[in-house]
């Protein structure tokens, strides 16, 4: 399992990476184009701190920066092609924003042709396996460019079918499925398209095809789970996931991080209770956790969020008259439940309240819900606000967008699977190709 390598495009600040890597499959270099999330990225997977973790071999001839993908293949097609037959997964996720039914879903918008840019590294690197993650929107389709009186008619595909085409068009047989992270151990509800591509001639020698990937991405739900010591079937609470995060539980100090500005708190930190917590808490000193700094709600801040989560039903979206009773503007309020799954974690610090405390979560609260060791350090500014929120990446935007890890390995133990299933063919076949001819006297 270890011999096998990975790409990883789009890599925000490192999630799917994370997961793979967790799986054994070695990471070789990743493409994002953030300064903050790569700083992220590299802080992890290719600076001097020991982690538990492999780190990324990474290319002599692709400098470690932020890169975008166009930049990548305009300067490096030649490299990329000659990476043909050593490495065998190429990973990614797009952006999800144009896709998102959260956002106007407008075909043209210009991170939906992201995707043509995943598929022309693909078609030059020709790995064995991709796997690509994004919004369940993808599936949909989008509405069209306006015509001349300004309406606007609904594509007839969407994203997702014509990726599929355009994978075909170059060799690859993809097929996608709708998957939800809590499945996986992961503490949040969070729905995903999954995609998994195959070469065509080797998807044809499974049993069941590139469909067959998913069957085996069922079986490795436990797996994960078991390697995690986690129960085997319950879902993970937020309540499991950071009860031992609670300001009433520890105690605040002046944060001393580098990137936050003078005048915050950050929670001290006493220890795990729970499997969850001991499972995230493995492999870090409680000195080196980071991103625990709390935000500084003004008092009356404080009181009406006392008030919501007394009175509000949590684990469900605030409803418009209760966001306009409590003069909120935002269409987006989750008061998170303690007793369930959180919901899903955006990149808007202020979607979701803490199920008992009246505040918004930490960054390292966020990261736990999306299964984030506590070994992992995030770096970068906290948040982003006016316009520079679509410009810049900030550790709340990092940790809601990435691949939860624990997803991500199942994801790796499924490719690794997969991996090994065509080796063991092409053995069997080389076999019979080798065995002498015996003729009959």
Not at 59 to 78: F, M, R, T, V
Not at 290 to 317: N, P, W, Y
Request: proline content about 6%; glycine content about 8%.
């Amino acid at each position: 399992m270890s011999a096998y390598k990975f790409v990883d495009l789009f890599s925000g600040c490192g999630g799917l990476s994370l997961g793979l890597s967790m799986a054994g499959l070695q990471g070789v270099f990743a493409v994002e184009k953030d300064p903050m999330a790569f700083d992220t990225f590299s802080g992890n997977f290719l600076g001097e701190r020991d982690v538990p973790v492999k780190k990324f071999t990474w290319p002599s001839w692709l400098e470690k920066k932020a890169w975008g993908i166009d930049d990548l293949l305009d300067k490096h097609q030649p490299n990329l092609v000659e990476m043909r037959g050593t490495v065998q997964v190429l990973a990614g996720g797009p952006p999800c924003q144009g896709f998102s039914f959260a956002g106007r879903r407008r075909e043209e918008d210009p991170r939906n042709q992201l995707f043509e840019k995943y598929v022309s590294v693909v078609d030059a690197v020709r790995p064995t396996i991709l796997v690509l993650e994004n919004v369940p929107g993808m599936k949909v389709a989008h509405l069209g460019p306006p015509s001349e009186d300004g309406t606007r008619a609904q594509s007839q595909e969407s994203f997702y079918q014509k990726l599929k085409k355009r994978l075909s068009e170059i060799g690859y047989v993809a097929h996608g499925k709708i998957v939800d992270a809590s499945d996986f151990g992961v503490p949040q509800k969070r729905s995903r398209l999954i995609v998994i591509g195959i070469k065509e001639d080797l998807a044809a020698q499974l049993d069941g095809g590139v469909i067959h990937a998913f069957e085996v991405l069922e079986s490795k739900r436990a797996e994960v789970r078991e390697r995690h010591a986690l129960p085997k079937k319950k879902l993970i609470t937020a309540e499991d996931a950071i009860s031992d995060l609670l300001v009433s539980q520890n105690y605040t100090q002046p944060c001393l991080d580098p990137y936050s500005r003078p005048g915050f708190e950050e929670t001290a930190y006493y220890g795990p209770h729970t499997s969850y917590q001991k499972a995230m808490h493995k492999h870090c000193r409680t000195d080196s956790m980071d991103s625990m700094r709390l935000a500084r709600h003004r008092d009356d801040v404080r009181d009406r969020f006392r008030l919501i989560i007394k009175e509000c039903t949590q684990g469900v979206r605030m409803n418009e008259e209760s966001r306009a009773r409590f003069g909120l503007k935002k269409h987006r309020i989750y008061p998170m439940s303690a007793n369930d799954p959180a919901p899903t974690i955006t990149t808007l610090p202020d979607d979701v309240l803490h199920y008992c405390e009246p505040r918004i979560l930490t960054v390292r609260e966020s990261a736990r819900l999306q299964s984030f060791p506590d070994w992992f350090r995030f770096r970068g500014k906290y948040t982003t606000g006016g316009e520079m929120r679509t410009k810049e990446c900030p550790r709340y935007t990092q940790v809601g967008n990435a691949v939860p890890p624990l997803l991500a390995e199942a994801l790796g133990l499924t490719t690794a699977s997969i991996l090994d299933e065509l080796d063991e063919i092409a053995l069997r076949k080389n076999s019979l190709q080798e065995m002498p001819v015996v003729t009959p006297a």
